[in-house]
């Protein structure tokens, strides 16, 4: 395969770094190298930095129709190049044609959304009088004005999903972005930057900065012309971040580890379906993936019945052939996951099916009788490996939920709404979904990640409200 030495993407123009050091990308599931990306200088990311603090001001002056005007046309272009795109993410991380197309077009209809919300969003007014003593004669005119420089950090697992959640409500509320994608996802990023580069955007507006977090990480985080922080990653990460970034406004949607639970009562076939689609479809490497299953002991055998029978039914092998289940990531990822499995097996848990590996491909597992001294039972595999822990009641189902140190989603499968709304008001997540699989979308809703899942809230609104602030004018009126 030939390898493409990608540049970075600094005022409108593609160059190449002073360093002369390239990073090299290997493909998950090719084993060999797809493209080499420049490891960016300090004295390049400045440069980026100062023209995006020049830019964002008349940016921000341009009216809001201007601006929609450009976010559609990078909406279109991303959807004229899905055939050229969703190539490259299938390569770069691994996940099927099919997945990969969806994901460019779920990014395209976000743009779309992100424009509609902001043009619908008002400011208010406020009157004087309404608090003792105040005046008739004094209105408050609040509206939200941008940040500033949003710097926008992206996983690898959603390579343009997750970096245009960030760019699109950062640009339409008048801000300009640094960009720093994963390593390994920047080639997805860089594609999708130059849907954006065809919109025409003003030069210098969204910078793309390519280099290991480990090296450029700090520096971008601790520089004093960013304004915003936004981040989605694993939580190690998001916490060393929060402690770089002194005094400025952060969102972080971190990692989880979303229950599953199962009451007596539930629909079995339904409750599994839903659990297997969330717990392994690109093998388990989704945040809001189920990584555990709580369930009432009296309906435990069935339940775990359904899930091997299904389990075993599961596509797995290359991305290239729409397989749900393809190799991790990377090695390190698999022998993590090898590691979960190991010492389950050895604390006592029983492997229902799986446990098979070939390189960094997992066979997708099922470990049942799953104790609360497993580390399966706590951690984040980002693996195809479901455990399931057995209770025996509601409130030792929600008391395990609740142990975690993550807080993302939570999923309840039940017949009665009442139960549901019980269990829904002890959980301490961001959202619970009631008898469906716990998932980020639809992307207009809040999605927020509490305890070690985060802090502040994405979403489409949500995600305009977090890169803005709001500004209030006083009219003194003489009257
Ligand atoms: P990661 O290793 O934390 O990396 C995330 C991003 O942080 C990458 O761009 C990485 O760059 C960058 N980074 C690393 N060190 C940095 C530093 N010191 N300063 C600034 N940036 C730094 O996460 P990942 O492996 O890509 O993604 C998997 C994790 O993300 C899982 O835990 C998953 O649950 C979580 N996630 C959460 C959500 C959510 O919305 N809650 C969504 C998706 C994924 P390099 O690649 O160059 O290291
Ligand atoms: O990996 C984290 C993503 O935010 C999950 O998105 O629920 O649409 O797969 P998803």
Same mark, same amino acid.
């Given at each position: 395969m030939k390898v493409i030495d990608y540049k970075f993407y600094v005022n409108g123009q593609w160059k190449e770094s002073q360093s002369g050091q390239m990073i090299e990308i290997q493909s998950p599931y090719l084993y060999e190298m797809i493209g080499r990306v420049q490891a960016m200088e300090k004295e390049e990311v400045d440069e980026a930095i100062s023209l995006a603090r020049e830019v964002q001001v008349e940016w921000a002056n341009t009216s809001l129709q201007e601006r929609a005007k450009y976010l559609y046309r990078w909406a279109d272009e991303l959807v004229n190049m899905q055939n050229e795109i969703a190539p490259i993410i299938m390569k770069e991380v691994g996940k099927s044609l099919k997945d990969a197309r969806n994901e460019v077009v779920r990014t395209a209809d976000f743009i779309r959304y992100t424009v509609e919300e902001a043009l619908h969003m008002h400011g208010e007014n406020m009157k004087g009088d309404s608090f003792p003593g105040g005046s008739k004669s004094k209105i408050a005119m609040i509206e939200r004005v941008p940040l500033g420089v949003v710097l926008a950090i992206s996983p690898f697992n959603y390579p343009v999903n997750l970096a245009a959640a960030k760019l699109a409500p950062a640009l339409i509320a008048g801000n300009a972005v640094i960009f720093k994608p994963a390593t390994q996802g920047s080639i997805s990023g860089i594609k999708m930057i130059e849907a954006f580069h065809k919109a025409e955007f003003p030069k210098g507006l969204v910078s793309l900065i390519t280099g290991r977090g480990s090296v450029i990480g700090d520096y971008l985080v601790e520089h !004093? &012309?960013?304004d915003m922080i936004s981040f989605t990653g694993g939580t190690n990460t998001g916490e060393h971040l929060a402690k770089k970034a002194a005094m400025i406004p952060m969102v972080l949607e971190l990692g989880g580890k979303d229950p599953g639970i199962v009451r007596e009562d539930a629909d079995l076939v339904e409750a599994a379906k839903q659990i297997i689609s969330g717990a392994f479809s690109y093998s388990g490497q989704r945040c809001t993936a189920i990584k555990r299953v709580l369930v009432h002991e009296h309906i435990g055998d069935k339940l775990v019945g359904i899930l091997k029978e299904e389990i075993e039914r599961l596509a797995v092998g *290359?991305?290239? !052939? &729409?397989?749900?289940v393809v190799p991790l990531i990377d090695n390190q990822s698999a022998d993590f996951v090898q590691g979960l499995i190991e010492d389950a097996i050895e604390k006592g848990s029983k492997v229902v099916t799986g446990n098979k590996r070939d390189r960094n491909l997992i066979y997708p597992t099922l470990l049942d009788h799953v104790t609360e001294d497993m580390s399966v039972a706590w951690e984040e595999p980002f693996g195809p490996v479901l455990p399931v822990i057995r209770v025996s009641s509601d409130e030792e189902a929600i008391n395990i939920a609740n142990k975690s140190e993550y807080g993302l989603q939570a999923s309840v499968f039940t017949k009665d709404i009442n139960k549901a709304f019980m269990i829904s008001n002890k959980m301490e997540t961001g959202s619970v979904q009631i008898n469906g699989r716990t998932e980020r979308g639809p992307d207009h809703f809040p999605f927020i990640g509490v305890k &070690? *899942?985060?802090?502040g809230v994405q979403g489409i609104r949500k995600s305009i409200e977090s890169m803005t602030r709001e500004k209030v004018t006083v009219l003194n009126l003489s009257l």
């Open positions: !004093k &012309g960013i *290359s991305p290239e !052939k &729409g397989n749900t &070690g *899942s985060g802090m």
